[in-house]
C-alpha cells in the first residue's frame, strides 16, 4: 500500500471515530441540559452541547490507543486470563487520563473564552467519571475484538476464495495442456505452421497466467487478454468450426473482476455446446456498465446443457462459489439453458475500477 493509500485510510478511520463520538454528543445533549435545570448557574442548549461534544471528543483522542490495546492483548482462548488482567489494570489509568485531559481543555477553554466560572473540581470529575470511563474503556475494547473476529473472518474468507482459484488452476492446466498437446502432435504432421502458432500461443498463455496466479482480481482487460490467447489455441484447433464475437464497452476494460471469470465459462461452452456439433458454433461475449454493476454475458449456440450437466464441469461450480465468497449479495450469476439452442450465461458485479497491485499485500498469499 502507497503512502497516498494509507493516508487515505487513515484519514477515513478518523473520520468514523470522531463521527461516531459526535453522534453520541448528540444524543446525550439532552440529558446534560435537563440534568441541569436546576442547579443555579442552569446551562443553555449551546452550552450543554459543548460540554457534551469536549467529553465525547476527549475519547476521540484515546480512541486509537485503545483499538491498539485491544489488537495487542486480545481477549482469545490464547492467554485470555494474562490478557485479561492487562486490561483490568489499564482500564484504571485510561480513565483517569481521559478526566485529565478533560480537565485541561475545559481550563484551556474557559481561559480563552474570558469566562470566570471555575471548572470542575478534579476530584468531582474522578467520582463522577471515573467508573462510567472504565466501562467506556471495556466497551471500545470489544469493539476492537469484533474488528479483530471480523478481519480474521475475511482473511479466511479471502483465502477460501484463493483455495478455489488455485484449484481451479490445478483443474484447468492438466486436462487442458493434455488435449491441446495431443492436437499439436496431429498438427505437426498436417500443418506445421497452425502447430507452430498454437504452441506458441500455449507458451503466451501459460506465461500470463504464472504472471497472476497470486492474484485474486485482475482488470476486466487482463482477463480479456487472457480469453483471447486461450481462443487463439481453440480458433487453430477447430479450424474455422469456431467462431467468437467479443462485444465489450471500453468503460468497463479498467473494471475489477475475479482472476479466471471467463476461461473456464468460454471453456465449458466449447466442451459442451460447441464441440460435439460438425458445424462448430458461435460464442458471443458482452461486457457493459449499467447502475454501478458490470454486467457480463457469455452465450453460445451449441447443443445446450443435459439436465444436471449445469452442476458438472471445469468452470461453473468453482465460479458460483467463488463469486458468493468475494461479492456475497452483491453479485447474481444466472444461467439459462436452451435444448439445442445453446446456453446464456449473465453475470452482474459491482463495478469498481482495479487499483494498482504493485504494492498489493493481498498478493503474496
Same mark, same amino acid.
Given at each position: 500500500?502507497?503512502?497516498?493509500?494509507?493516508?487515505?485510510?487513515?484519514?477515513?478511520?478518523?473520520?468514523?471515530?470522531?463521527?461516531?463520538?459526535?453522534?453520541?454528543?448528540?444524543?446525550?445533549?439532552?440529558?446534560?441540559?435537563?440534568?441541569?435545570?436546576?442547579?443555579?448557574?442552569?446551562?443553555?442548549?449551546?452550552?450543554?452541547?459543548?460540554?457534551?461534544?469536549?467529553?465525547?471528543?476527549?475519547?476521540?483522542?484515546?480512541?486509537?490507543?485503545?483499538?491498539?490495546?485491544?489488537?495487542?492483548?486480545?481477549?482469545?482462548? =490464547?492467554? !485470555?486470563?494474562?490478557? @485479561?488482567?492487562? #486490561?483490568? %489494570?489499564?482500564?484504571?489509568?485510561? *480513565?483517569? &487520563?481521559?478526566?485529565?485531559?478533560?480537565?485541561?481543555?475545559?481550563?484551556?477553554?474557559?481561559?480563552?473564552?474570558?469566562?470566570?466560572?471555575?471548572?470542575?473540581?478534579?476530584?468531582?470529575?474522578?467520582?463522577?467519571?471515573?467508573?462510567?470511563?472504565?466501562?467506556?474503556?471495556?466497551?471500545?475494547?470489544?469493539?476492537?475484538?469484533?474488528?479483530?473476529?471480523?478481519?480474521?473472518?475475511?482473511?479466511?474468507?479471502?483465502?477460501?476464495?484463493?483455495?478455489?482459484? =488455485?484449484? !481451479?488452476?490445478?483443474? @484447468?492446466?492438466? #486436462?487442458? %495442456?493434455?488435449?491441446?498437446?495431443? *492436437?499439436? &502432435?496431429?498438427?505437426?504432421?498436417?500443418?506445421?505452421?497452425?502447430?507452430?502458432?498454437?504452441?506458441?500461443?500455449?507458451?503466451?498463455?501459460?506465461?500470463?497466467?504464472?504472471?497472476?496466479?497470486?492474484?485474486?482480481?485482475?482488470?476486466?482487460?487482463?482477463?480479456?487478454?487472457?480469453?483471447?490467447?486461450?481462443?487463439?489455441?481453440?480458433?487453430?484447433?477447430?479450424?474455422?468450426?469456431?467462431?467468437?464475437?467479443?462485444?465489450?464497452?471500453?468503460?468497463?476494460?479498467?473494471?475489477?473482476?475475479?482472476?479466471?471469470?471467463?476461461?473456464? %465459462?468460454?471453456?465449458?461452452?466449447?466442451?459442451?455446446?460447441?464441440?460435439?456439433?460438425?458445424?462448430?458454433?458461435?460464442?458471443?461475449?458482452?461486457?457493459?456498465?449499467?447502475?454501478?454493476?458490470?454486467?457480463?454475458?457469455?452465450?453460445?449456440?451449441?447443443?445446450?446443457?443435459?439436465?444436471?450437466?449445469?452442476?458438472?464441469?471445469?468452470?461453473?461450480?468453482?465460479?458460483?462459489?467463488?463469486?458468493?465468497?468475494?461479492?456475497?449479495?452483491?453479485?447474481?450469476?444466472?444461467?439459462?439453458?436452451?435444448?439445442?439452442?445453446?446456453?446464456?450465461?449473465?453475470?452482474?458485479?459491482?463495478?469498481?475500477?482495479?487499483?494498482?497491485?504493485?504494492?498489493?499485500?493481498?498478493?503474496?498469499?
Amino acid at each position: 500500500m502507497d503512502f497516498k493509500s494509507l493516508i487515505k485510510k487513515h484519514w477515513k478511520v478518523a473520520s468514523a471515530i470522531v463521527g461516531f463520538w459526535l453522534f453520541l454528543a448528540l444524543l446525550f445533549t439532552p440529558q446534560i441540559y435537563l440534568s441541569n435545570l436546576r442547579s443555579p448557574t442552569p446551562l443553555t442548549w449551546t452550552r450543554a452541547f459543548l460540554a457534551t461534544v469536549i467529553l465525547f471528543q476527549v475519547w476521540s483522542v484515546l480512541t486509537p490507543l485503545l483499538l491498539w490495546l485491544g489488537r495487542r492483548f486480545p481477549l482469545e482462548r =490464547h492467554r !485470555l486470563l494474562r490478557n @485479561l488482567a492487562i #486490561h483490568l %489494570l489499564l482500564s484504571g489509568p485510561v *480513565a483517569l &487520563a481521559h478526566i485529565f485531559l478533560l480537565q485541561i481543555i475545559t481550563t484551556l477553554l474557559l481561559t480563552w473564552s474570558r469566562s470566570y466560572q471555575p471548572p470542575v473540581p478534579l476530584m468531582a470529575l474522578v467520582i463522577g467519571l471515573g467508573a462510567t470511563n472504565v466501562m467506556v474503556y471495556w466497551g471500545i475494547v470489544a469493539v476492537s475484538q469484533a474488528i479483530n473476529y471480523f478481519r480474521k473472518y475475511q482473511e479466511r474468507e479471502f483465502r477460501l476464495a484463493q483455495a478455489q482459484l =488455485h484449484s !481451479l488452476r490445478m483443474q @484447468l492446466h492438466p #486436462h487442458f %495442456l493434455f488435449n491441446t498437446l495431443n *492436437a499439436i &502432435a496431429e498438427l505437426v504432421y498436417s500443418d506445421p505452421k497452425a502447430a507452430d502458432r498454437c504452441i506458441l500461443s500455449v507458451s503466451e498463455l501459460l506465461r500470463f497466467s504464472l504472471e497472476s496466479h497470486r492474484t485474486q482480481e485482475v482488470t476486466l482487460k487482463e482477463e480479456i487478454d487472457f480469453l483471447e490467447k486461450y481462443l487463439e489455441i481453440q480458433k487453430t484447433l477447430m479450424r474455422d468450426r469456431l467462431r467468437v464475437r467479443l462485444n465489450v464497452d471500453p468503460e468497463t476494460l479498467d473494471a475489477s473482476v475475479p482472476n479466471m471469470l471467463l476461461q473456464p %465459462l468460454v471453456e465449458n461452452a466449447i466442451k459442451h455446446g460447441i464441440s460435439p456439433r460438425p458445424e462448430g458454433g458461435n460464442i458471443e461475449i458482452h461486457a457493459k456498465r449499467l447502475d454501478g454493476k458490470l454486467h457480463v454475458e457469455i452465450s453460445d449456440d451449441g447443443l445446450g446443457l443435459r439436465e444436471q450437466q449445469d452442476s458438472d464441469g471445469v468452470g461453473l461450480v468453482n465460479t458460483r462459489e467463488r463469486l458468493k465468497h468475494l461479492y456475497g449479495a452483491a453479485h447474481a450469476f444466472n444461467l439459462s439453458s436452451f435444448p439445442g439452442r445453446g446456453v446464456t450465461i449473465r453475470i452482474s458485479l459491482p463495478f469498481r475500477e482495479a487499483e494498482d497491485r504493485s504494492n498489493d499485500t493481498n498478493a503474496d498469499y
